[in-house]
């Protein structure tokens, strides 16, 4: 077997070793489903109530991807300023790492009032949890272009906007890759977050509802659908990032 094939066959591996440790476990100690449900549980529970699981988790999922959506355009022109520009960097950037270290769990509450419990409030959560990443990885790819070759570039005639435009754009595309597998995880997790406190739909409200009939095994298994969700999306990303950007792995792909 080769090093790529082991390398694609590893997190099965590990997946498949964690989830026999667990069932192991909890049959062996006789762990009640009410503390800790066992994957086969979880399994069960995903087989009984799948019509369910799969209404809320086709409101989270979609509601995600308009939330992270925003985050995207967003991000991409707020990075493309602050890495353009070195004053829009010192003027915003500090203010951008403060406001991502306000905890966004908190803003639920404003925006119920806002927008009222629904959809508002779950995009946005996932919009303001998600966009900082795309930012910073944006400024950074732009900002770290090297001035040696922006000199020579300019010597040949090139503009400051040709630089950015065919240049520095370019170089950021790992970067934005990146983020968007950084951003689309945590994405998920506002929008679970916010209809766990402002919503009638969605996994995280199927969460606080299974929780309080002590339904742990449902429970699990909403979060295994959201842990699945954010994986395949990650997966999506890093496919399209191989194919669209090869030239910056190239050295990734030995035997």
């Not at 934005?176 to 409200?205: C, D, H, P, R």
């Not at 994986?231 to 496919?239: K, P, Q, R």
Request: proline share 4%; glycine share 10%; hydrophobic share 55%.
């Amino acid at each position: 077997m080769t090093r790529k094939q082991r390398e694609q066959w590893a997190p099965w591996v590990l997946l498949v070793a964690v989830l026999a440790l667990w069932e192991l476990l909890c049959r062996g100690f006789d762990i009640s489903d009410f503390i800790f449900p066992s994957p086969s549980t979880i399994a069960r529970q995903l087989w009984e109530h799948h019509s369910v699981i799969g209404a809320h988790a086709w409101r989270t999922f979609w509601v995600t991807m308009v939330g992270f959506g925003l985050s995207i355009v967003v991000g991409v022109l707020l990075g493309f300023l602050i890495g353009s520009s070195r004053l829009a960097y010192a003027a915003m950037y500090p203010l951008m790492t403060a406001f991502n270290a306000l905890p966004k769990a908190a803003f639920v509450p404003i925006l119920v009032v806002w927008f009222g419990i629904g959809v508002g409030p779950a995009v946005l959560t996932a919009f303001l949890i998600s966009f900082f990443p795309i930012t910073v990885n944006i400024a950074t790819g732009l900002a770290t272009l090297e001035p040696e070759l922006e000199d020579v570039l300019r010597v040949l005639g090139a503009k400051r906007w040709d630089v950015l435009i065919k240049v520095g754009l370019p170089r950021s595309m790992p970067y934005f890759y990146a983020s968007l597998k950084v951003a689309i995880t945590l994405a998920f997790v506002g929008t679970t977050v916010s209809e766990m406190t402002a919503a009638n739909e969605g996994i995280g409200y199927l969460l606080i509802s299974a929780g309080s009939s002590m339904q742990m095994g449902l429970a699990f298994a909403g979060l295994v659908v959201v842990g699945a969700m954010a994986m395949l999306m990650y997966e999506l990303f890093a496919v399209v990032e191989k194919r669209t950007t090869g030239w910056a792995h190239r050295g990734t792909s030995g035997h």
